[in-house]
């Protein structure tokens, strides 16, 4: 079982940047795939990124966001620059067994936090 607390939302003008954590418990994390997926109202959830070693990521946020982590510190993190108006969503944290894409491939999720950017 792996319990995941995100922080870090806010909001943001256009062109500005935030820094996501997300905390894990569990002395296994650095075992996990660890992803970012965000929602916007009305619309379904979305991939951001993962990360196991190597990170990667949704065509829509490369070059923009970086994923990294710090097995010591059971964190992972979303970078986020240069963010649009449309990068507004409740982004989430998820841990998988899998290195996938689809919401259906992570097995734990945390609760969500707001990132609203303003134009």
């Known amino acids: 079982q792996v319990q995941l607390i995100e922080s870090g939302g806010g909001l943001v003008q256009a062109g500005g940047s935030l820094r996501l954590s997300c905390a894990a418990s569990?002395?296994?994390?650095?075992?996990?795939?660890m992803g970012w997926f965000r929602q916007a109202p009305g619309k379904e959830r979305e991939f951001v990124g993962s990360?196991?070693?190597?990170?990667s990521y949704a065509n829509s946020v490369k070059g923009r966001f970086t994923i990294s982590r710090d097995n010591a510190r059971n964190t992972v993190y979303l970078q986020m620059n240069s963010l649009k108006p449309e990068d507004t969503a409740v982004y989430y944290c998820?841990?998988?067994?899998?290195?996938?894409?689809?919401?259906?491939?992570?097995?734990?999720w945390g609760q969500g936090t707001q990132v609203t950017v303003s134009s």
């Open positions: 998820a841990a998988s067994t899998v290195r996938g894409v689809d919401v259906n491939d992570f097995d734990f």
């Open positions: 990360i196991k070693w190597i990170p």
């Open positions: 569990g002395r296994t994390f650095s075992a996990y795939v």
